[in-house]
């Protein structure tokens, strides 16, 4: 259905580099990769049946202990049935409620040789599987549509979730600059993603500097506001548990301020590459074309692509946040206390910074383009 384009050896050479220095960085030790649970393991199980005459039932809100029979489903243990535990503390956001025939994700707790199960709880809703089939299947549809470069995209996006599971979160956790760290975190992302996928050129070269501009300004904003809208970093889901783990010297004001222009990232590369790829279609189709033309031509695209950017970021960040706003409609709470709450104003924070980012890429990086894809032709004409 698709055609297959070969891919070229200065493809072949990048993507070889890249599974090299992915493959550094996943097995790169963290400091926090020590087995805390050595006489534990973690099981798939099969819920055979269910007791629940210990759960105290309290209008939707369910407390208690749910006795669980369970058959296990692989390790060393495989075939084994016995009862395991599920404790409702009460909250929904947390509990889970098993019925016989659910797949569970269960911890055995083992005796000091690690030959009898002392104990078992349920975990949660076992998704391994299904989680594994659904990124087959992503791979599946982006391969046969892009072809090689559907193969560089899918590349670049497991290295970008290496590189922040094993490079920006265990150095945030060991309290190095949250705002350096996630800047040179960004920048590493941004230009193996645009290089890998528009390859080592000059259509590559100005879309990395463009999308550079692009969250550097996002950065800079993201300080500057962030100081005046005098909010806290613990607003955050889960950000104050860190402080009460053992992690205070935490700076979650900038780790909050950090996560603004990396969320925005992803959407600013976008517009760059937009850009880029069609001022580089532009001037292939008429080298004769001057700069200023061309800086014309990536203005017209700039202006389409944001236009559509913007409602993008604020559709994704409210998303998030619906159910609470809801609330404070269903209460009636006045407008005015909405707009200065905390969690709210930390959500307005986040998508108008981000959104002055996707609005600056555009003119940075058609800019840049015309000059980049005409320099030669300038300097040659400044020569006769």
Same mark, same amino acid.
């Given at each position: 259905? +698709?055609? &297959?384009?070969?891919?070229?050896?200065?493809?072949?050479?990048?993507?070889?580099?890249?599974?090299?220095?992915?493959? @550094?960085?996943?097995?790169?030790?963290?400091? &926090?990769?020590?087995?805390?649970?050595?006489?534990?393991?973690?099981?798939?199980?099969? !819920?055979?049946?269910?007791?629940?005459?210990?759960?105290?039932? =309290?209008?939707?809100?369910?407390?208690?202990?749910?006795?669980?029979?369970?058959?296990?489903?692989?390790?060393? #243990?495989?075939?084994?049935?016995?009862?395991? +535990?599920?404790?409702?503390?009460?909250?929904?956001? #947390?509990?889970?409620?098993?019925?016989?025939?659910?797949?569970?994700?269960?911890?055995?707790?083992?005796?000091?040789?690690?030959?009898?199960?002392?104990?078992?709880? @349920?975990?949660?809703?076992?998704?391994?599987?299904?989680?594994? +089939?659904?990124? %087959?299947?992503?791979?599946?549809?982006?391969?046969? $549509? /892009?072809? *090689?470069?559907? @193969?560089? /995209?899918?590349?670049?996006?497991?290295? /970008?979730?290496?590189?922040? *599971?094993?490079?920006?979160?265990?150095?945030?956790?060991?309290?190095?600059?949250?705002?350096?760290?996630?800047?040179?975190?960004?920048?590493?992302?941004?230009? @193996?993603?645009? #290089?890998?996928?528009?390859?080592?050129?000059?259509?590559?070269?100005? /879309? $990395? +500097?463009?999308?550079?501009?692009?969250?550097?300004?996002?950065?800079?904003?993201?300080?500057? &506001?962030?100081?005046?809208?005098?909010?806290?970093?613990?607003?955050?889901? #889960?950000?104050? =548990?860190?402080?009460?783990?053992?992690?205070?010297?935490?700076?979650?004001?900038?780790?909050?301020?950090?996560?603004?222009?990396?969320?925005?990232?992803?959407?600013?590369?976008?517009?760059?590459?937009?850009?880029?790829?069609?001022?580089?279609?532009?001037?292939?189709?008429?080298?004769?074309?001057?700069?200023?033309?061309?800086?014309?031509?990536?203005?017209?695209?700039?202006?389409?692509?944001?236009?559509?950017?913007?409602? =993008?970021?604020?559709?994704?960040?409210?998303? %998030?946040?619906?159910?609470?706003?809801?609330? &404070?409609?269903?209460?009636?709470?006045?407008?005015?206390?909405?707009?200065?709450?905390?969690?709210?104003?930390?959500?307005?924070?986040?998508?108008?910074?981000?959104?002055?980012?996707?609005?600056? !890429?555009?003119?940075?990086?058609?800019?840049?383009?015309? *000059?980049?894809?005409?320099?030669?032709?300038?300097?040659?004409?400044?020569?006769?």
């Amino acid at each position: 259905m +698709f055609k &297959f384009q070969l891919p070229q050896k200065s493809d072949l050479i990048l993507v070889g580099l890249l599974l090299i220095l992915s493959t @550094v960085i996943l097995y790169l030790p963290t400091g &926090f990769s020590e087995n805390n649970y050595e006489n534990s393991e973690r099981v798939k199980a099969l !819920v055979l049946a269910t007791d629940n005459s210990l759960v105290v039932e =309290t209008g939707i809100l369910k407390t208690g202990s749910q006795t669980v029979q369970i058959k296990i489903l692989n390790g060393k #243990f495989k075939g084994k049935e016995l009862t395991a +535990f599920n404790q409702l503390i009460g909250r929904m956001e #947390f509990d889970k409620y098993f019925f016989p025939g659910d797949k569970t994700l269960t911890v055995l707790n083992f005796n000091q040789d690690k030959s009898e199960i002392i104990s078992a709880n @349920v975990i949660d809703h076992y998704r391994i599987n299904l989680e594994a +089939f659904l990124l %087959g299947l992503f791979v599946l549809f982006l391969v046969s $549509f /892009a072809g *090689w470069t559907g @193969v560089k /995209a899918m590349l670049s996006f497991l290295f /970008a979730g290496i590189t922040i *599971w094993k490079l920006l979160l265990p150095g945030l956790l060991k309290g190095y600059a949250p705002i350096p760290l996630s800047l040179g975190i960004v920048a590493l992302l941004t230009s @193996v993603i645009i #290089f890998l996928v528009a390859g080592t050129n000059r259509k590559g070269l100005v /879309a $990395f +500097f463009g999308a550079m501009s692009g969250i550097a300004v996002t950065c800079i904003m993201a300080i500057l &506001f962030g100081k005046l809208f005098n909010i806290h970093g613990a607003i955050k889901p #889960f950000s104050e =548990t860190l402080l009460y783990s053992g992690y205070s010297y935490l700076n979650l004001t900038e780790i909050f301020l950090a996560g603004i222009f990396i969320s925005s990232s992803g959407a600013v590369m976008d517009i760059a590459m937009d850009i880029a790829a069609s001022q580089a279609e532009v001037y292939q189709q008429n080298n004769s074309i001057t700069a200023k033309q061309l800086r014309k031509s990536g203005f017209s695209v700039g202006k389409a692509v944001v236009g559509t950017m913007t409602t =993008t970021l604020l559709l994704a960040y409210s998303g %998030g946040f619906s159910a609470l706003l809801m609330v &404070f409609i269903a209460q009636g709470t006045p407008m005015i206390n909405i707009l200065n709450l905390n969690y709210v104003s930390g959500e307005i924070l986040h998508t108008l910074v981000g959104s002055f980012g996707l609005v600056l !890429v555009a003119p940075f990086t058609a800019i840049i383009g015309a *000059w980049v894809f005409t320099r030669k032709k300038q300097e040659t004409i400044s020569l006769k």
